[in-house]
T-cell receptor
Framework: NAGVTQTPKFRILKIGQSMTLQCAQDMNHNYMYWYRQDPGMGLKLIYY???????DKGEVPNGYNVSRSTTEDFPLRLELAAPSQTSVYFCASSYSGINQPQHFGDGTRLSIL | DAKTTQPNSMESNEEEPVHLPCNHS???????IHWYRQLPSQGPEYVIH???SNVNNRMASLAIAEDRKSSTLILHRATLRDAAVYYCILRDSSSYDKVIFGPGTSLSVIP
């Protein structure tokens, strides 16, 4: 059982480039989340989704976009990458909302130079 | 927004019990208390959660104060693998974007 799979694991971007961080889960979870974690800090919620076709902003959505066309996949797109977006990005999923544990991927370490 | 306060760091000897405290004095009646931990270079891992009553699972125990303004995660016998950052967070039923991870408590386990 793979759980939550994130690709790529590492990436270096130049300022102004765009990229998509991939997230897939095989647990048939309805809820999916994207977080970023800056060095020495806790996680901040970027976007979340409660089901296919439904997404909503979290605490720090600026500079990012998401889509949820299937239950399994929840890609995060960075448009016009900026140095402030250098971070570790974690995707998570849960069966439902607040009373269910979140399962996290291993993260994507992104550097923007 | 209800937030949590945790010590920045704690130490424990291997095979000793560990009590990790968390204060959440502004908790609302609908907030669930969740604990996660994060090993180095990994994503957070769910540990335990509760609403009002104490909870036990194979990983840990969660003791919730009667007024719910504080809670304690209890690791019964610390192992080296338990060295991690432990996050106490509140999950609000009214809004999913109020999941706030603070800096957590960095637990060191001494052999």
């Amino acid at each position: 059982n793979a759980g939550v799979t994130q690709t790529p694991k590492f990436r270096i971007l130049k300022i102004g480039q765009s990229m998509t961080l991939q997230c897939a889960q095989d647990m048939n979870h309805n809820y999916m989340y994207w977080y970023r974690q800056d060095p020495g800090m806790g996680l901040k919620l970027i976007y979340y989704s409660v089901g296919a076709g439904i997404t909503d902003k979290g605490e720090v959505p600026n500079g990012y976009n998401v889509s949820r066309s299937t239950t399994e996949d929840f890609p995060l797109r960075l448009e016009l990458a900026a140095p402030s977006q250098t971070s570790v990005y974690f995707c998570a999923s849960s069966y439902s909302g607040i009373n269910q544990p979140q399962h996290f991927g291993d993260g994507t370490r992104l550097s923007i130079l | 927004d209800a937030k949590t306060t945790q010590p920045n760091s704690m130490e424990s000897n291997e095979e000793e019990p560990v009590h990790l405290p968390c204060n959440h004095s502004t908790i609302s009646g609908t907030d669930y208390i969740h604990w996660y931990r994060q090993l180095p270079s990994q994503g957070p891992e769910y540990v335990i959660h509760g609403l009002t009553s104490n909870v036990n699972n194979r990983m840990a125990s969660l003791a919730i104060a009667e007024d719910r303004k504080s809670s304690t995660l209890i690791l019964h016998r610390a192992t080296l693998r338990d060295a991690a950052v432990y996050y106490c967070i509140l999950r609000d039923s009214s809004s999913y974007d109020k999941v706030i991870f603070g800096p957590g408590t960095s637990l060191s386990v001494i052999p």
